[in-house]
């Protein structure tokens, strides 16, 4: 097993697809849900982004289905997402219904010292959803499939820029490097420009600043309908139900799956049975068509981690995250 699959869909997704289908799991509202009114989302990135697009995605499926009132939206950048990290732990005391989004690169950059502060700092509440990542180049590119694009980086590493919505070392970087590397390149000759989320990294990717984008699959949809970028590959085994008709690193030979999650934190301060109620209305959305057209929209995997199992889970990926920056040279 290599190491990017024990925390993707072997030990993620398959050990949450239980909770997933369960129908105790997802049966009638829990009465802690029915307290949330109104949620406000801190997103630690740009607009266009995963995390923008997971908490909008999120608030939509929320306020459409009835189950909260209202849902506002603060994009917060800088610091690789430790602005926003940072102001929830200093105006904890006010923030007892706010919600930041984050994922795997809480893990990232807090293990490469981006910011001082960790998930350990903000209360966990729930792993909601996963997403495959994927390469995407202009429609125009030269670049037919990820193999070229590894064969010109093994040719000239200066040749390909890849691009991605997180700074160097961070995750779009460490999923570029780990593919190429699997696909027997050097990881530490992967040129990575980073951009402050996915909206900015697009951006240069169509202008020419970058040739190859690393990003998550559901960033790349709509514009590969539109016909403005061409996806090469998702980092999965098999073919995935949102872009069946894009290569999986699996078919290619590259052994090198890789699924981010996401989920939300909420205040330290904040207390255990608010938290227990904003685990209650994210599982509870579950259930809902709406979250089933917002999920399908954006490509993402079932999945469901409340709070301890979510601690849990990012304790253990915090190690074996750790153990493979190492191995690809990112932690000394």
Do not use: C
């Not at 190491?3 to 509202?29: E, P, W």
């Not at 709406?290 to 999920?295: D, G, H, L, Q, S």
């Amino acid at each position: 097993m290599n190491k990017l699959t024990m925390f993707s869909r072997r030990g993620f997704i398959a050990a949450a697809t239980a909770v997933a289908v369960s129908t105790a799991a997802f049966g009638a509202m829990d009465a802690k849900a029915a307290e949330i009114n109104e949620i406000h989302f801190v997103i630690p990135g740009g607009a266009g982004g995963g995390w923008d697009g997971t908490a909008r995605g999120t608030g939509e499926a929320l306020t459409k289905s009835g189950l909260v009132g209202t849902a506002s939206y603060e994009n917060m950048s800088g610091g690789g997402g430790g602005k926003a990290i940072a102001y929830m732990i200093e105006a904890a005391d006010r923030l007892d219904n706010t919600l930041m989004v984050n994922s795997t690169p809480i893990i990232v950059r807090s293990l490469t010292g981006v910011f001082p502060q960790s998930f350990r700092d903000l209360t966990p509440i729930a792993a909601v959803v996963a997403e495959y990542a994927a390469f995407a180049v202009p429609a125009d590119s030269k670049f037919q499939s990820f193999t070229d694009v590894v064969d010109a980086v093994r040719a000239d590493p200066n040749s390909v820029k890849f691009g991605g919505g997180s700074v160097r070392g961070g995750m779009d970087h460490i999923v570029a490097a780990y593919a190429v590397q699997k696909a027997g390149g050097d990881a530490k000759q992967v040129k990575y420009i980073p951009y402050d989320a996915g909206g900015k990294a697009i951006a240069g990717l169509l202008s020419g600043e970058t040739e190859v984008l690393s990003t998550g699959l559901g960033e790349l949809l709509e514009l590969a309908k539109a016909g403005q970028i061409r996806i090469l590959a998702v980092t999965s085994k098999e073919r995935v139900e949102a872009a069946p008709d894009v290569a999986s690193l699996g078919e290619l030979g590259i052994d090198a799956e890789f699924v981010n999650w996401r989920g939300y934190f909420g205040s330290p301060a904040l207390s255990a049975e608010k938290a227990d109620a904003y685990a209650a209305v994210l599982k509870d959305v579950q259930a809902t068509p709406e979250w089933e057209t917002v999920r399908k929209r954006n490509g993402w995997e079932k999945i469901y981690k409340p709070r301890a199992e979510f601690s849990a889970f990012m304790e253990n990926q915090e190690k074996v995250v750790g153990d493979l920056m190492r191995e690809l040279g990112f932690l000394k």
